[in-house]
Structures are given as structure tokens and as C-alpha cells.
């Protein structure tokens, strides 16, 4: 069946460092690719999307690109802020029409001043 | 737009309890979603409704818990009577269907504590 494989955490970070949180996929067809946050106290939000192959989600300063041929999506930023302390989940979900959603186990991100 | 709106936002119970958590989800959505969340199993999807309609509940744990939604602007997940493995944030989403987005929106979440 399909799953979501995402680095383990926490991950500890200074300021200003360039954060990768690694994402490996297994699906059938072409999913859909998603990173969501969830700062603490709160529910996951959104942060980037990819729908196809060597597409691109951006937002915020985060990037991840849809690879199909390592059947990743991982998540970087160059300089990391302390604001964004948080939990990152990777998910996907079925090409149109389906619903479910598999979700990473998440990973959290710790970054000191 | 509000968003997602779950209450209460904490609840804390005895063993035995009922308990009811409540969501709205954000308007003209008709797809809804309620998980669970747990440091040992991560989210875990419990039930999804389309246009109302319980699609599927196999990640309900077991008779105990019932989610209903009888409307588009209601939903509410019951476990009785409760226990303390219960205890986790429960969450609702909800995302408009049939479009190739598929973009989930979450809520706050009710953080449950059975005692």
C-alpha cells in the first residue's frame, strides 16, 4: 500500500542554517505531494503542495520538488528562523477523486537563537 | 473565512465518561474528516463524510466511538463510555471534494484527557 517515510527528529538548528527535512514516498499512480506545520498548540497547516512530477510547492521560504524518479519531496529552506519551531508532516495523497491522505509521522524542528 | 472551528479545545473526563467533540467546518466544504493524534500511532484518520454521508469508518477503534454530521455545518465525534487510552488531540478537517487540490483544512483540535 502506499506510505510516507520522513526523517526521524527532533531536528536542532541555529539560526539561520538551511534546514532539509527528507520525505520518501510509495504509491501507486501519480499522488499528490504535501507539507504540512503544526506549531505547537495548533492544528497542521498547510505549507507547500506538488501535484505533478518535477513540480515545485514554494511558501514561506520553504521549497520542495515532486521527484518521481527517487520518489521524493523533500523540504528545505536556507535560513532557518526561530519562529519556525514546529512539527513538519509529509503526506500524499491518491491521484483525484480519492480522499485519504498518508500522512509521515512528522518531525520536528527545534531552532535556537 | 473562520476556518475549521472544533470545541471544546480541552476536555478532561473521568474513565467512563461521555464525551462529545464538536466541529464546523468551514462553509461550502462537503468533505469532513476527523483524526486522532497520538505520540505512539501519529495522525490517524477515524472517519470521513462526503456531502454528509459516512464514506468510511474504519479507523473508528472500535463501538465506542460514533461520529455523526447532520449537516453540512456540524459534526460531532462521541466515545462512550471513555477511556484513558482515549486520551489524544482529536482533530477535524474539512476540504471541498472532487477537485484535484485536495487540500485538507485542519482545525485547532480537541486536546482529550481521560482520567
Known amino acids: 500500500g502506499n506510505s510516507v517515510t520522513q526523517m526521524e527528529g527532533p531536528v536542532t538548528l541555529s539560526e539561520e542554517a538551511f534546514l532539509t527535512i527528507n520525505c520518501t514516498y510509495t504509491?501507486?499512480?501519480?499522488?499528490?505531494l504535501f507539507w504540512y506545520v503544526q506549531y505547537p498548540g495548533e492544528g497542521l497547516q498547510l505549507l507547500l503542495k506538488?501535484?505533478?512530477?518535477?513540480d515545485k510547492g514554494s511558501n514561506k521560504g520553504f521549497e520542495a520538488t515532486y521527484r518521481k524518479e527517487t520518489t521524493s519531496f523533500h523540504l528545505e529552506k536556507g535560513s532557518v528562523q526561530v519562529s519556525d519551531s514546529a512539527v513538519y508532516f509529509c503526506?500524499?495523497?491518491?491521484?483525484?477523486?480519492?480522499?485519504?491522505?498518508?500522512f509521515g509521522t512528522g518531525t520536528r524542528l527545534k531552532v535556537l537563537a | 473565512d473562520a476556518g475549521v472551528i472544533q470545541s471544546p479545545r480541552h476536555e478532561v473526563t473521568e474513565m467512563g465518561q461521555e464525551v462529545t467533540l464538536r466541529c464546523k467546518p468551514i462553509?461550502?466544504?462537503?468533505?469532513l474528516f476527523w483524526y486522532r493524534q497520538t505520540m505512539m500511532r501519529g495522525l490517524e484518520l477515524l472517519i470521513y463524510?462526503?456531502?454528509?454521508?459516512?464514506?468510511?469508518d474504519s479507523g473508528m477503534p472500535e463501538d465506542r466511538f460514533s461520529a455523526k454530521m447532520p449537516n453540512a455545518s456540524f459534526s460531532t465525534l462521541k466515545i462512550q463510555p471513555s477511556e484513558p487510552r482515549d486520551s489524544a488531540v482529536y482533530f477535524c478537517?474539512?476540504?471541498?471534494?472532487?477537485?484535484?487540490?485536495?487540500?485538507?483544512?485542519f482545525g485547532a483540535g480537541t486536546r482529550l484527557s481521560v482520567l
Open positions: 478537517a474539512s476540504r471541498v471534494s472532487g477537485t484535484a487540490k485536495n487540500i485538507q483544512y
Open positions: 504509491a501507486t499512480g501519480y499522488p499528490s
Open positions: 506538488a501535484t505533478k512530477a518535477d
Open positions: 503526506a500524499l495523497s491518491e491521484a483525484s477523486g480519492t480522499y485519504k491522505y498518508i
Open positions: 462553509s461550502g466544504h462537503n468533505s
Open positions: 463524510f462526503n456531502n454528509n454521508v459516512p464514506i468510511d
